[in-house]
Nanobody, 122 residues
Framework: VQLQASGGGLVQAGGSLRLSCTAS????????NGWFRQAPGQERSFVAA????????TYAAPAKGRFTISRENSKNTVYLQMNSLTPEDTAVYYC????????????????WGTGTLVTVSS
């Protein structure tokens, strides 16, 4: 599965961004989908996931209440809506997919996508 992330950019603290993840050749809803991020000098970490069948959503603590993951099957796209951004959210954001959302939550997806840089200025 080839995944392509987009939508990153520069935003002021308190602002919003929506990231998109598209797949070529595969149907995203056949997989659990998720987002990870890697800040400078830090390891890649889990942000959010949506399960394959029920669409159950899971968030890491820093994302709860501010970020929303969603999937639009008609567009074969997964989104990450990010609100109330802070400079601590600055990172490269990666989309990912797996046969089960557990693999995403433990940081071991089956497929990694490209990253998109999000920079939040203070």
């Amino acid at each position: 599965v080839q995944l392509q992330a987009s939508g990153g950019g520069l935003v002021q603290a308190g602002g919003s961004l929506r990231l998109s993840c598209t797949a070529s050749g595969r149907t995203l809803s056949n997989y659990a989908n998720g987002w990870f991020r890697q800040a400078p000098g830090q390891e890649r970490s889990f942000v959010a996931a949506i399960s394959r069948e029920r669409g159950t959503k899971t968030y890491a603590a820093p994302a709860k209440g501010r970020f929303t993951i969603s999937r639009e099957n008609s567009k074969n796209t997964v989104y990450l809506q990010m609100n109330s951004l802070t400079p601590e959210d600055t990172a490269v954001y990666y989309c990912a997919a797996g046969l089960h959302d557990v693999r995403l939550r433990i940081g071991a997806p089956d497929y990694w996508g490209t990253g998109t840089l999000v920079t939040v200025s203070s």
